[in-house]
């Protein structure tokens, strides 16, 4: 018994030590994940985050296009009466916040059920919606990502939304869901770099969690 015991005593590990371990080990990953962003701030972004959430426009009640000339615009209506006109969704991304987007998701579907627009805007609203809430494996926009190369990684953080940018294709997606990425697609977006506007915890987890999914496919 005395000899187990010295034994025990001699091969023993003080706590402290793991823990200074671990915190190195900690350390070197967000070090390496760091790496794989890229902060690039958007003034009119940073602007729109801070606004108090009491001071947050009233819900959205409907959506509307419009043609003028060349441009369309989508022109987004609240309960209050007050509209406002985007060309392109990610100019709404930086006027919504995360109820928002869910809101115009549910009037898309409750518009158009299963079916899909015949107007372009309609329908370029629709797929981008579609595609973030609902990714399903045999849609067109991932089954041909493969063929473009990815251009642009951005994460919209108080919308918990990351917008991809590749040739001839866009896609956004919600950040705690996983979505059909190939391997490649998977490899470029941490080769371009996650572009951010601030450091937030939501970009590293983000980060940790393309890199789980490159590993673990």
């Known amino acids: 018994m005395f000899d187990k015991a010295f034994k025990k005593v001699n091969t023993f590990v003080d706590f402290k030590t793991d823990l200074v371990e671990a915190e190195v080990d900690d350390d070197q990953e967000t070090a390496k994940i760091k ?12 602007a729109n985050d801070v606004i108090p959430l009491a001071t947050k426009p009233p819900t959205i009640v409907d959506w509307k296009t419009h043609k003028e000339g060349k441009n369309n615009y989508f022109q987004i209506i609240r309960a209050d009466g007050s509209s406002k006109m985007f060309r392109i969704f ?3 991304l930086k006027s919504f916040n995360r109820e928002d987007l869910e809101v115009l998701y549910k009037l898309v579907k409750d518009r158009y059920g299963s079916t899909r627009p015949l107007e372009d805007m309609d329908l370029v609203l629709w797929n ?9 494996v045999e849609d067109t926009v991932w089954r041909y990502q493969q063929a473009y ?18 040739q001839h294709m866009q896609i956004y997606r919600l950040v705690e869901m996983k979505y059909p990425l190939a391997l490649l697609t998977l490899s470029q977006m941490l080769e371009k770099k996650l572009q951010i506007d601030y450091e937030s915890e939501m970009a590293y987890q983000l980060c940790k969690l393309i890199i789980k999914q490159l590993k673990n496919p």
């Open 35 to 46: 790496e794989l962003m890229v902060i690039i701030p958007d003034k009119e972004e940073v």
């Open 90 to 92: 990610s100019q709404m």
């Open 128 to 136: 981008d919606l579609i595609n973030m809430f609902e990714p399903h």
């Open 149 to 166: 190369k990815v251009l642009e990684w951005k994460l919209y953080d108080s919308r918990r939304v990351h917008f991809l940018r590749m």
